[in-house]
């Protein structure tokens, strides 16, 4: 019944979401006593905010409340940002870790810590001891933001922008014509 319930209520939940500026990262509806417990994460490219947050909390409670035929019961509702230990899974993901370091375990090979640069269609740049990889997504085991108590190195940050206005200007720039 709960998965079912989910697969009827997450196009709502995920309109009010959209609606509300941010992603629907994750959607889950689990039994609790006599409630279902609505479970709801959401993201967007800045992070989300406390204040973000309780907005969207509002927007669907809004929306589960409009459309309370569908849940036909009581619920709690649970409204949270992913935390630091979400996996990168999407392209979106590691868009939005960009600058940041992270623990890349490939499905072959050993584990390497590098820093995010520019997030492609199928792979995404990683700065490791000082080289930029292309690292293709599909040859992603896991990956994980590490913490980081300073700020970054600027020759990293410079070096990662460079990159990117390279990787920019190569495909944005007209292609000649053969004669």
Not at 73 to 102: C, I, M, N, Q
Not at 159 to 166: H, I, M, V, Y
Request: proline share 5%.
């Amino acid at each position: 019944m709960p998965n079912d319930l989910a697969s009827r209520l997450e196009p709502i939940v995920a309109e009010a979401v959209k609606a509300a500026g941010f992603d629907l990262d994750s959607f889950e509806v689990q039994q609790a006593g006599r409630r279902q417990l609505v479970k709801v994460v959401v993201d967007g490219d800045d992070g989300v905010g406390l204040d973000e947050v309780a907005n969207v909390s509002r927007a669907v409670s809004a929306a589960l409340d409009e459309n309370e035929h569908v849940i036909a019961s009581a619920y709690t509702l649970e409204v949270t940002s992913p935390g630091l230990d979400r996996p990168l899974t999407l392209r979106r993901h590691w868009r939005r870790a960009k600058f940041r370091l992270v623990k890349v375990t490939p499905a072959e090979g050993a584990a390497f810590i590098g820093r995010v640069g520019h997030a492609g269609e199928k792979s995404v740049r990683v700065l490791v001891d000082g080289e930029i990889r292309d690292v293709g997504y599909a040859s992603v085991a896991k990956a994980v933001i590490e913490i980081e108590f300073k700020q970054p190195p600027a020759e990293d940050l410079k070096l990662l922008e460079t990159d990117a206005s390279a990787l920019n200007a190569a495909t944005t720039e007209p292609k000649e014509e053969p004669k």
